[in-house]
């Protein structure tokens, strides 16, 4: 079953405001990753935090962690035209070997000019 | 450019025929992953490999797909007597250590194949 699921599936905003995306997920993991993939092309890592990290920033993103409750959150300010693109979490099960990342379907993020 | 390079970017064939998609690691990786992403979905994990090693093919669909990895040359992956629900887009990923969860997966801009 999908280990990683990001809520929404679509969002679009107006550049300069912040767009959020989820990620919930199964099982107790290693690490959680998030990834960009503009159309047509490969993804990109992002970000990647660990299960003892609760929040972690890189620029422009913000990515928080609550194993508790299985989710993660992605957060881009201040957005721009250049960040339109799908975005995905990956996660590596606690019990599985750690070469096994799973992605969930993804967030399609459009921001409009 | 020493990025992962995949080839062909597109990749048409007829039902029945094979498909092979090459995968050239990042300069310095010797772990190659394969994912296949249908359209509007994430991508699935297919099979991993080390130089001249299958570490685990348990994604990979056992009849009609194969991978290899060998000590000279690009990754490969091969599809025989391709069907219509083969049409996809197939990515490959290199990492320079054994455990990607804990390291970042470089990916290529994958191969799109279509199948007629």
């Known amino acids: 079953s999908q280990q990683g699921e990001e809520d929404p599936q679509a969002l679009s905003i107006q550049e300069g405001e912040n767009a959020t995306m989820n990620c919930s997920y199964k099982?107790?993991?290693?690490?959680l990753q998030w990834y960009r993939q503009n159309s047509g092309r490969g993804l990109v890592h992002l970000i990647l935090?660990?299960?003892?990290?609760r929040e972690k920033h890189s620029g422009r993103l913000r990515v928080t962690l609550d194993t508790s409750k299985k989710s993660s959150s992605l957060l881009i300010t201040a957005s721009r035209a250049a960040d339109t693109a799908s975005y995905f979490c990956?996660?590596?099960?606690?019990?599985?070997?750690?070469?096994?990342?799973?992605f969930g379907a993804g967030t399609t993020v459009t921001v409009r000019a | 450019n020493a990025g992962v390079m995949q080839n062909p970017r597109h990749l048409v064939r007829r039902r029945g025929q094979e498909a092979r998609l090459r995968c050239s690691p990042m300069?310095?990786?010797?772990?190659v992953y394969w994912y296949r992403q249908l359209p509007e979905e994430g991508l699935k994990f297919m099979v991993y490999?080390?130089?001249?090693?299958?570490?685990?093919e348990s994604g990979m669909p056992k009849e009609r797909f194969s991978a290899e990895f060998p000590k000279e040359g690009p990754s490969i992956l091969r599809i025989q007597q391709v069907v219509r629900g083969d049409s996809a887009a197939y990515f490959c990923?290199?990492?320079?250590?054994?455990?990607?969860?804990?390291?970042?997966?470089?990916f290529g801009d994958g191969t799109r194949l279509s199948i007629l």
């Open positions: 990923a290199s990492s320079p250590q054994t455990k990607p969860g804990n390291q970042p997966q470089h």
């Open positions: 099982t107790s993991i290693n690490n």
């Open positions: 490999l080390q130089k001249e090693n299958i570490i685990d």
């Open positions: 990956a996660t590596d099960a606690k019990d599985s070997n750690d070469y096994k990342l799973s």
């Open positions: 935090i660990r299960s003892n990290e």
């Open positions: 300069k310095g990786h010797s772990h």
